[in-house]
């Protein structure tokens, strides 16, 4: 049997990767003495934080009013555990619990990092296109790659101006986001 996640498994899957990602830096934050640095971690976890209650609301609705919802199979793992399709981003764990943050970091660093991360976030979801069943999942996951791409463009505008290389953008610490399209 084939793995296909219908749209509501993959707003299940977002709203996970979100909260494995908001728990990352929440930890990260915790890591840092200076305020600067704690500063642009919190900002990260309120983003992640603010995409996951989108994602879950988005869900809800898409569950009302379709009336499809996830299914849990006891013989496929893998489709009824979004936490486990959502440990195989850049926010997945270690034995020794969350990776590379060692509180030593730049802001620079963190930054280059976040982006990583972000990036390969959006590989994940280019890749669990050929999981979608039909074109609610294409398009859900094609929402989430969006979001994702514009998360990348905000960390990008905000190491380039911490390098000096620009100059007009939003602060990286007023990093308000609106709500994912599509809710």
Sequence with gaps: MDTQFNAFEILQIAEEVESKAARFYLLAAGRFADDDRRRLCCDLVEWRAEHRDAWRRLRRQYSERNGEFGCFDPNN????NPQTMAGLTGF???RN???RI???ETKEQILQDAIRKSQSIAIFYHGLKE???GPDSRMMIDNVISEEDRHIRLLTNALGRIQGVLEDFDDPASMELPVPSGV
């Design 77 to 80: 793992y893998v489709l009824s």
């Design 92 to 94: 997945g764990t270690t």
């Design 102 to 104: 060692t509180g030593g």
């Design 131 to 133: 999981f979608a069943r």
């Design 97 to 99: 619990g969350y990776s």
